[in-house]
């Protein structure tokens, strides 16, 4: 097979292994004519992300947690038909793929420092809802003779 357009990189120096992933091809579904019947298009991707040695243990540990619902005994899989071509399939997947890794292997975010509501913000509150109030007291018809 040949080379897809250069290595995947997951992140910083990490790349997806060309060894370690699998392919399988069948025929997409949908309408199609002369060329349906005849070309295996769609594309399904899969990689063991439990055994593999590609990725930190830091990175497996948290994308195995983060990507759990997805995962099939530990192998995560990416389908792709949106083009006619295998070729174009191929590229796609590899790049979901890719990007799936990338975002479930992400550091946390840090987590939010809790701050003082300032004091102008809140006396600016109490103001609107006093005007407010003003407003909807002054609508009510107990004045009306």
């Given amino acids: ?47 063991d992300l439990a055994r593999t040695e590609a990725l930190p243990e830091v990175w497996k540990a948290r994308a195995l947690e983060r990507l759990a619902g997805r995962l099939v005994g530990g192998v995560l899989s990416v389908r792709a038909s949106e083009h006619r071509s295998q070729w174009r399939n191929r590229e796609t997947a590899l790049v979901r793929m890719a990007a799936l890794l990338a975002e479930a292997t992400a ?20 103001r609107d809802k006093k005007a407010r109030s003003d407003t909807k007291r002054g609508r009510s018809g107990r004045d009306w003779g």
């Fill in 1 to 47: 097979m040949g080379d897809m357009s250069g290595p995947h990189v997951i992140r910083g120096s990490v790349v997806l292994p060309e060894a370690e992933l699998t392919w399988r091809f069948s025929r997409s579904s949908g309408p199609g004519g002369q060329h349906v019947n005849t070309s295996d298009s769609q594309v399904e991707l899969r990689f």
């Fill in 107 to 126: 550091p946390p975010p840090r987590p939010r420092k809790a701050r003082k509501v300032p004091r102008g913000v809140n006396e600016r509150r109490l």
